[in-house]
């Protein structure tokens, strides 16, 4: 035991190496993120190509079109079972490395399809990784990153999930949508054989009781420091590591995560992970993102200028993410994610009064301040809001984790085809103005919820983050859970 910390703990020759390292990692999950904004955003795009060549609405009919754009959430809901079991038994790497081989299957399936059906079935082989979202890539960011750069890191996935979106809308705007498919293929690629040279995550290596393996793979993602042997005491200690094997059938470790449940800092870190899933997929962005084309054709009666906006409102949406980015090395995330929604609210309150008064015929529309008024929610929501998802993994409790990071995917993929599915209708049948002021309404509510009850995140590890849920204050948790860390070095 001695010579395995005195030969790992000599100092690193290299500062930048685990930084360098971290970024390979985070790398294969925004490429992730931007595969699966891909697929969000071709049907925005493929949709009326397809109706065009075949000169016919019926080629892809209302309800179909909706099943296309919805369907990647719902089969997310099977899969975020499959992945968590997948993570527990087999660990984060062999799970990872399935999901890359599904994203060429499903691009490879989209760049050959003919028809309907066929993009509908690549859609369902998405539901793999739509569901890697709020899984494996969750998971392996929180796990594989430093407490200093994962705040950046993690703010940055949702930057390309949306930069997916708008590349995937600017490909059917100029070329044909199959090269949609076809750089799909290319960046499954680089995934898959970008993952044989990270290491398996230490947190899955301590809970198979493989000490050795799990302090070299923390040394080599986050290198040798005060810092660095802190982090690794807390991951230690949190799982009470005795260095006896232990079998485990799967009906104890299901009575064990029931059991976890009743624990504060586990029920409590869950409600607020499903809070914040909650926010990012109803503060109404993700509807104006997907469905930006039939929303901008109401309301511009100008199918050029639909187009035009599409791609001016995507790119401020990027805009503002990266200003978000920025902004979280300087504001906790919960300030900049509160401002980000209060000021969302606002604005889909202004451009639903806006649309109401037009519909009275009390105002004349504007296609200018139609766009400003969507420009401005944009950026306003886009600057915290819309990067919600980048601190639930944070929230996550490390007890029981896998059993809650599956209750959260299962709700996350539910909520995402629900609204995705229905809300086509909600506009329909309410009218612009009236689909606005629904999620106006619901941001309202959301914001009030975080408001209370989501802690900042910032700067913290994960073992604080989660002690945070059954302590005070952490002056509490410094002179109760912290004290009985004892640093490597002293080993």
Known sequence: MDAVYKELSVKTEFEWKPFLRQLLVNSIAWMFYFMFGLSLGAPTVLIPQVRKEANSTEAINEDMA?????????????????????????????????????????????????????????????????????????????????????????????????????????????FHWKNIGLLGILCSMYNFFAIFVIPESPYWLIKQEKLGECVASHRWLKGISDTSDRELNELMNTFDYNGNKKSKTTLDVIKKCF???????????????????????????????????????????????????????????????????????????????????????????????????????LIFESMYISLGLLIAFSLAISCGTVMSLSIFGELLPLKARGFSVCIVSIFSKFTLGSVLKLSPYLFDSFGNHGGFLFYAIFSTVLFALMLKYLPETRNKTLHEISCGFKHKDIKELKHSEAIQLVPLRKK
């Open 66 to 174: 909706s099943w296309i754009s919805s369907v990647a959430g719902y089969m997310g809901m099977p899969w975020s079972i499959g992945l968590t079991i997948s993570m527990y038994y087999f660990g984060r790497k062999k799970s990872y490395s399935f999901v890359a081989l599904n994203s060429v299957a499903a691009f490879v399936v989209l760049y050959c399809s003919v028809d309907a059906t066929q993009i509908l079935i690549s859609q369902i082989l998405q539901g793999v990784t739509a569901a890697s979202q709020t899984t494996t890539s969750v998971v392996i960011m929180t796990e594989y990153t430093s407490p200093k750069y994962r705040g950046i890191f993690s703010t940055t996935k949702t930057v390309t999930m949306f930069l997916g979106i708008w590349v995937a809308n600017a490909i059917g705007m100029f």
């Open 259 to 361: 059991v976890s449940l009743q624990e504060p800092e586990v029920y409590k870190a869950l409600a607020v992970s499903l809070l914040v899933v909650t926010t990012y997929y109803m503060c109404g962005k993700l509807v104006c993102t997907v469905y930006s084309i039939q929303i901008l054709k109401k309301m511009t009666d100008n199918e050029s200028a639909a187009y035009v906006g599409m791609l001016v409102l995507d790119a401020i949406t990027i805009c503002g993410m990266v200003i978000g980015c920025i902004m979280s090395k300087f504001f906790g995330q919960k300030v900049l994610l509160l401002t980000s929604l209060a000021g969302g609210s606002l604005f889909l309150y202004t451009i639903s009064l806006y649309l109401f008064l037009v519909n009275l015929s």
